[in-house]
């Protein structure tokens, strides 16, 4: 079974703060991709990376960059955080050629 | 622009009943759907999944119905059970154009079985 693993599950930061989320991977996966969950909004795409120091906007990148030095690990940066991230963060894999996306259990933030 | 919506945010049913969750979409790009389930405190679980050249893929309890002409896909889960209570989102893909595992998901409909 694939697994993602997100190391922080839930964070509490102050606004202007700068944030890493870690996300790693252990089924040497391709694609990796971060999302935030919303009420009401359903899951919106942030950032994706199809291979190690690539990365592609995806509809929400505004606020966030993201780092994929290592083939296993995928961060997203919050430079500056801000109220309107409080959210719930989820980092997903996927296998080239595959079709279904395998996610994180979410890291929940609260920017104060 | 919401490409994928779940105009119904919750849905109550008893147990053993039918489920049934809707899903339309806009963009006639869009070539397979999935269907994820997901707990609270957990990330979403892939459930079941179906390509634009069928329009009907079963697996256990769980079917999902696709009408290209109407954009319209629908979850059906029979008989629903208490452990089926959870948020279910619709997902939609546009494989033909490559595969880039770019998924667009619905709002998510809140689904409670009761016992």
């Known amino acids: 079974d694939v697994k993602v693993t997100q190391s922080s599950r839930y964070l509490v930061k102050r606004t202007g703060e700068k944030v890493f989320l870690e996300c790693v991977q252990d089924?040497?996966?391709?694609?990796m991709f971060w999302y935030r969950q919303d009420p009401g909004l359903g899951l919106r795409l942030i950032y994706f990376s199809y291979d190690v120091k690539m990365k592609e906007k995806g509809d929400i990148p505004e606020g966030y960059s993201v780092s994929r030095e290592k083939k296993e690990r995928f961060s997203l940066i919050l430079e500056s955080a801000s109220t309107n991230q409080t959210s719930m963060y989820l980092c997903a894999s996927l296998e080239s050629g595959a079709n279904v996306l395998t996610f994180g259990a979410g890291s929940r933030l609260t920017v104060l | 622009d919401q490409q994928v919506k779940q105009n119904s945010p919750s849905l109550s049913v008893q147990e053993g009943r039918i489920s049934i969750l809707n899903c339309d979409y806009t963009?006639?790009?869009?070539?397979?759907f999935l269907w994820y389930k997901k707990y609270p405190a957990e990330g979403p679980t892939f459930l079941i999944s179906?390509?634009?050249?069928?329009d009907k893929n079963e697996d256990g309890r769980f079917t999902v119905f696709l009408n290209k002409s109407a954009k319209h896909l629908s979850l059906h889960i029979v008989p629903s059970q208490p452990g089926d209570s959870a948020v279910y989102f619709c997902?939609?893909?546009?494989?033909?154009?490559?595969?880039?595992?770019?998924?667009?998901f619905g709002q998510g409909t809140t689904l409670q079985v009761k016992p």
């Open positions: 963009n006639s790009m869009f070539d397979y």
């Open positions: 089924m040497d996966h391709e694609n």
């Open positions: 179906i390509s634009s050249i069928k």
């Open positions: 997902a939609a893909s546009a494989y033909g154009s490559g595969n880039t595992g770019k998924l667009i």
